[in-house]
């Protein structure tokens, strides 16, 4: 392919009329993905298809390439593959519905199974609060869910003889199911705890600040980042780090994307096939470490 990609670059002076430096940029975007096909997935660029340049996305975001620079390597692959459909050497072009991945899309951080742990094992069981947020935490862990969902949930929505949670946003409800620790520590919180510190006897929210009003969204941020700092993670522990350690330790452990997109209340599963790439992403990375011809 080598052949092909100097004849890339004089279409692209003769025919495009492109600038040197644009020549060069999309030259050099080339190079490397055809390095990455054939050190990662072996093979050449006429076999690769649109999954395998979604993957590759996905890998220059967690390389920490810019956004910007995102952007013009899949303007490059898009032209490179429409001079090689001009060849006859593929029929279509696999990069044609190609996006470069949001800044904000990069690939989370999440916590390994043992940080999780971990942070799970920070609450003190031995009064009013430690059971309160041991519960909060597992619950959040358990599901997933957002931190607005997790403050906005009711008593009621909660089924600790079904093994579950109903939770309501934005007009849908989902049910996700909860772990036998989770139940525990919900059970323990409910029936022990919340009515020492339920004060209104109509308030209906599941889990409640020391006044006895509905926790907040700032009052369970400080609960999280108290607890980081015990735990001394030296990663920034949010809501959503756990709620990202959720869907890719699902992932991970067989579950498939369907069924995370439904838990996590993704309305797209355009959402969710970043925990695979996150996933893809350790594979390749523990391979190069320990294969030993890698």
Request: aromatic fraction near 8%; charge should be neutral; charged fraction near 25%.
């Amino acid at each position: 392919m080598a052949n092909h990609i100097e004849e890339y670059a004089s279409y692209l002076a003769t025919e495009k009329n492109s600038s040197e430096n644009t020549i060069a940029s999309y030259v050099r975007d080339v190079n490397q993905f055809v390095s990455y096909l054939a050190e990662t997935e072996r093979i050449g660029p006429e076999q690769c298809d649109a999954d395998r340049i979604e993957d590759y996305i996905a890998y220059m975001s967690g390389q920490g390439k810019s956004t910007a620079s995102m952007a013009r390597c899949v303007a490059s692959l898009k032209s490179y593959y429409g001079y090689l459909q001009l060849l006859g050497v593929v029929e279509g072009n696999p990069a044609k519905g190609a996006a470069p991945v949001r800044a904000e899309r990069k690939l989370p951080q999440i916590l390994t199974g043992k940080e999780v742990e971990l942070f799970l094992e920070q609450p003190q069981c031995v009064d009013p609060k430690g059971y309160r947020d041991h519960a909060m935490l597992e619950l959040l862990y358990a599901t997933g869910i957002r931190v607005s969902e997790l403050i906005g949930l009711n008593v009621g929505d909660v089924s600790l003889h079904g093994g579950f949670i109903r939770c309501s946003s934005r007009g849908k409800e989902r049910i996700i199911p909860l772990y036998a620790k989770a139940v525990k520590a919900l059970s323990d919180y409910v029936k022990n705890i919340r009515p020492q510190l339920v004060i209104n006897p109509r308030e209906t929210a599941l889990f409640v600040n020391m006044s006895g009003e509905r926790m907040s969204r700032q009052g369970f941020w400080k609960i999280m980042k108290y607890y980081q700092e015990k735990a001394q993670i030296d990663k920034d522990i949010t809501p959503h780090t756990l709620r990202h350690s959720f869907a890719a330790h699902l992932l991970e452990n067989g579950a498939d994307l369907h069924s995370i997109q439904e838990m996590l209340g993704h309305a797209d599963i355009s959402s969710t096939q970043i925990y695979s790439h996150m996933v893809k992403q350790k594979l390749q990375d523990v391979y190069r470490k320990a294969h030993p011809r890698a």
